[in-house]
T-cell receptor, first 113, second 114 residues
Framework: QKEVEQNSGPLSVPEGAIASLNCTYS??????FFWYRQYSGKSPELIMS????GDQEDGRFTAQLNKASQYVSLLIRDSQPSDSATYLC?????????????FGTGTLLAVQP | GAGVSQSPSNKVTEKGKDVELRCDPI?????LYWYRQRLGQGLEFLIY????????KSGLPSDRFSAERTGESVSTLTIQRTQQEDSAVYLC????????????FGDGTRLSIL
């Protein structure tokens, strides 16, 4: 059973702090990894993609991938109240033979002003 | 269009009625996915279309659910004899297939069964 695990939270951080969101996955064949942000009542929005070990940075967001340990994380620097949302980790299935993704259930982030 | 388009945005119907939900993918995206998201829950995969290949229906919860897609264009998800537990947001996503491309979501259809 291929699985993607996330702590459901809520993760509460003060404004300006670094928020660290973690995700583990079970399929060693997974080759693409994505973070989506979902505001309450809205659809998921892609914010980061990462395909190789190491860090991938985009503005205040950094995705980190460690395939040996089968985890991927998302760091949000200088957290803002507008970052408060549920963050979904998504991992490719079948080693990328299809574009099917397995989604975690998400971590709720609350940034306190 | 620029993004994935879904219609209707909201649908309220009585238990036992059939409903049809529509998804128009991003132009050039050959892969199309349907998900269900119940209130406060994660995404539940329903069905996946890739070009002219046979769809992956492994996530459909019962034979009341079916979906069609003609070529690489619009898809419709049909729920027959709706039940109250079918109440959820139904999300459609599309992606390119070359390489490891992310999925892009539409705004969803909020379905409420009375």
């Amino acid at each position: 059973q291929k699985e993607v695990e996330q702590n459901s939270g809520p993760l509460s951080v003060p404004e300006g702090a670094i928020a660290s969101l973690n995700c583990t996955y079970s399929d060693r064949g997974s080759q693409s990894f994505f973070w989506y942000r979902q505001y309450s009542g809205k659809s998921p929005e892609l914010i980061m993609s990462i395909y190789s070990n190491g860090d991938q940075e985009d503005g205040r967001f950094t995705a980190q991938l460690n395939k040996a340990s089968q985890y991927v994380s998302l760091l949000i620097r200088d957290s803002q109240p507008s970052d408060s949302a549920t963050y979904l980790c998504a991992v490719s299935w079948e080693g990328g033979a299809t574009n099917k993704l397995i989604f975690g259930t998400g971590t709720l982030l609350a940034v306190q002003p | 269009g620029a993004g994935v388009s879904q219609s209707p945005s909201n649908k309220v119907t009585e238990k036992g009625k059939d409903v049809e939900l529509r998804c128009d993918p991003i132009s050039g995206h050959t892969a199309l996915y349907w998900y269900r998201q119940r209130l406060g829950q994660g995404l539940e995969f329903l069905i996946y279309f890739q070009g002219n290949s046979a769809p992956d229906k492994s996530g459909l919860p019962s034979d009341r659910f079916s979906a069609e897609r003609t070529g690489e264009s619009v898809s419709t998800l049909t729920i027959q004899r709706t039940q109250q537990e079918d109440s959820a947001v139904y999300l459609c996503a599309s992606s390119r297939v070359l390489g490891y491309q992310p999925q892009h979501f539409g705004d969803g259809t909020r379905l409420s069964i009375l």
